[in-house]
């Protein structure tokens, strides 16, 4: 069965440090890929997307992820977080030929001032 | 507000209770689709409409839960029965089929279930 694997559970950062989430997943066909974020008290939002094409992608806010197809990996990137960054990050997958998405247990990152 | 509502916000009950939720997607989106959180984890696919035709169900939707969207706009999602188990936070999201190879969902807030 297909499935996504994120490492970091809960990720504490000061801010202006740099931030890496993990995301691997398990599956051998296509697929698109996301990152969704949930801030506090806020519905699930679209983060940024993967769906062919540069394998460095910008979303919102200044992140980025890298789709490295060898390692199955799409790692969630920002160079400087801000308080504000502070939510839950969730890493999704969908197959090309079904429009569910399969998530990840998702990131809890805290960010202090 | 123009984005996918979804009602009630909260819902407690006893074990063995039916309860139904509504979910209101962005207008004219022809997609609808349902998952449900539980604490600690991503959300879950249950399933997706596109227009009133229900095109995919999860294994984890038992008999005890049934979907519709009988004119290709509201949906609702039906749990007979109630278990504890059955607690968690039920997410609708809705997208407009423009061309492959993805469609963006967008999120409601969510129902809150609990059963006692």
């Known amino acids: 069965a297909q499935s996504v694997s994120q490492h970091n559970h809960h990720v504490i950062l000061s801010e202006a440090a740099s931030l890496e989430l993990g995301c691997n997943y398990s599956?051998?066909?296509?697929?698109?890929l996301f990152w969704y974020v949930q801030y506090p008290g806020q519905h699930l939002q679209l983060l940024l997307k993967?769906?062919?094409?540069?394998?460095l992608v910008k979303g919102i806010k200044g992140f980025e992820a890298e789709f490295i197809k060898s390692k199955f990996s799409f790692n969630l990137r920002k160079p400087s977080v801000q308080w504000s960054d502070t939510a839950e990050y969730f890493c999704?997958?969908?197959?090309?030929?079904?429009?569910?998405?399969?998530f990840g247990t998702g990131t809890r990152l805290q960010v202090f001032p | 507000d123009t984005g996918v509502s979804q009602d009630p916000r909260h819902k407690i009950t006893k074990r063995g209770q039916n309860v139904t939720f509504r979910c209101d997607p962005i207008?004219?989106?022809?997609?609808l689709y349902w998952y449900r959180q539980t604490l600690g984890q991503g959300p879950e696919f249950l399933t997706y409409?596109?227009?009133?035709?229900?095109?995919?169900k999860s294994r984890l939707l038992s008999d005890r839960f049934s979907a519709e969207r009988p004119k290709g706009s509201f949906s609702t999602l039906e749990i007979q029965r109630t278990e504890q188990g059955d607690s968690a936070m039920y997410l609708c999201?809705?997208?407009?089929?423009?061309?492959?190879?993805?469609?963006?969902?967008?999120f409601g807030p969510g129902t809150r279930l609990t059963v006692l």
């Open positions: 207008s004219e989106h022809n997609r």
């Open positions: 993967y769906f062919s094409g540069d394998p």
């Open positions: 999201a809705s997208s407009l089929v423009v061309s492959e190879p993805y469609n963006e969902q967008f």
């Open positions: 409409f596109q227009n009133e035709a229900q095109l995919e």
């Open positions: 599956y051998g066909g296509t697929v698109n």
């Open positions: 999704a997958v969908s197959l090309r030929d079904t429009d569910k998405l399969i």
